[in-house]
Each structure stands twice: as structure tokens, then as C-alpha cells.
T-cell receptor, first 110, second 118 residues
């Protein structure tokens, strides 16, 4: 299986930048997803990385280093509505089904 | 596109009763559907994978006789929690994957069902 580790909780200020890290261990790595999940709702897709490097999508960017088993999600110009849980999900081990990390609860304050 | 609808969004039932949760793909044919369970502040845990017209594949530790999954059509899968107990109280989420979807396609999730067993 996959071991996925991400911080439990982070806080940041509105308008600031925050980086949420995710480290993983898996055989046969085949992609990493980031999802956003508001309390009581289903996760929504944010980004996908399978090759090393940075993928930018508006205020959100995601980075991957396969050799280090490491990814981060970067959120810029934070807004209050960005307060949510951010889930790192890794696909590997020959399965196309990703395994989810515990999620990082981000609290954005004024 | 790729909308998944889940119903009901919330359900409260008494211990010992059964509850059925529906998951529908609205604008695509879902060849595979996945059922997840999420406890508070925990990760999404995959319970089972179902392919249309065949028996579901359950993850280790998930009781197949307790969590009955039916995927009778390309747009509908159901999860029935039988003889529910308070420890089954959780957030259940389905997701679906359509035929021909590329590897980098994300999972499309339903809105989840909050089950409370009293």
C-alpha cells in the first residue's frame, strides 16, 4: 500500500500564501492528486501531477518530486473560503485507484 | 460534465435497521463505482469497488454481508448498510469512473451521505 503523510492542521492569514506538504511512499508511483474538501461535503479535484515539476492553475499550484516522494500544494492570495481540508491522494502499486492521506485542515483567518 | 449524484444526503436510523444509499452518474456511463467511508478528521477509506453487472470487490476488513453493494446499471450503484449499529455512523461517499476516462482523470464524487445510527 501507500504511506501518505501530511500535516494535520495549518493556519494562515487572508491574502497570504500557504504551502501544504505531502510525503508518500509507494511502489510503482502513477500519479498524485490534490483535492479540497469543505466540512460535510464531497472532495473536489484541484490538481494532478505525474511528472516532476510545478503545475499552476490560477491561485493554486502543485509541485511533485518523484525521487523525494514529495509534493506540495501552494495556495496564493488566500481567501476565507479557502478554509477547508486538503487531501493528498497517491496512485501506485499497480492500482489506478488513489489512496488518500488524512488531509490537512487549513484555517484562514482575517 | 461527469456529475455524480448521491442520495440521501443525511439519514438517521435506529440500530438494527437497514439503510440504502444511492449513487447515480448523471451525464456519463459509470463502468466503475467506488464507495468510501470517512470518519471525522480521518481520511477517505475505500470500502469497495463495483463494476457494472458484476460482484463488488471489497477492501480488507470490510464486511461484504453488512455492506451490500449493487451496481445493476451503468448509471446506478447502491450501498445498503444492513443491521446498522452506532459504530456505522459515518460519512459515506461514492465516486464513479467512466469508460475511456484518461489516467489523469480525477475521481468524480457524489455529495456524500451522513449516516447517524441511534
Amino acid at each position: 500500500g501507500q504511506n501518505i503523510d501530511q500535516p494535520t492542521e495549518m493556519t494562515a492569514t487572508e491574502g497570504a500564501i500557504v504551502q501544504i506538504n505531502c510525503t508518500y511512499q509507494t511502489s510503482g508511483f502513477n500519479g498524485l492528486f490534490w483535492y479540497q474538501q469543505h466540512a460535510g461535503e464531497a472532495p473536489t479535484f484541484l490538481s494532478y501531477n505525474v511528472l516532476d515539476g510545478l503545475e499552476e492553475k490560477g491561485r493554486f499550484s502543485s509541485f511533485l518530486s518523484r525521487s523525494k516522494g514529495y509534493s506540495y500544494l501552494l495556495l496564493k492570495e488566500l481567501q476565507m473560503k479557502d478554509s477547508a481540508s486538503y487531501l493528498c491522494a497517491v496512485r501506485g502499486g499497480g492500482s489506478y485507484i488513489p489512496t488518500f492521506g488524512r488531509g490537512t485542515s487549513l484555517i484562514v483567518h482575517p | 460534465g461527469a456529475v455524480v449524484s448521491q442520495h440521501p444526503s443525511r439519514v438517521i436510523c435506529k440500530s438494527g435497521t437497514s439503510v440504502k444509499i444511492e449513487c447515480r452518474s448523471l451525464d456519463f456511463q459509470a463502468t466503475t463505482m467506488f464507495w468510501y467511508r470517512q470518519f471525522p478528521k480521518q481520511s477517505l477509506m475505500l470500502m469497495a469497488t463495483s463494476n457494472e453487472g458484476s460482484k463488488a470487490t471489497y477492501e480488507q476488513g470490510v464486511e461484504k454481508d453488512k455492506f451490500l453493494i449493487n451496481h445493476a446499471s451503468l448509471t446506478l450503484s447502491t450501498l445498503t448498510v444492513t443491521s446498522a449499529h452506532p459504530e456505522d455512523s459515518s460519512f459515506y461517499i461514492c465516486s464513479a469512473r467512466g469508460e475511456g476516462m484518461e489516467d489523469n482523470s480525477p475521481l468524480h464524487f457524489g455529495n456524500g451521505t451522513r449516516l447517524t445510527v441511534t
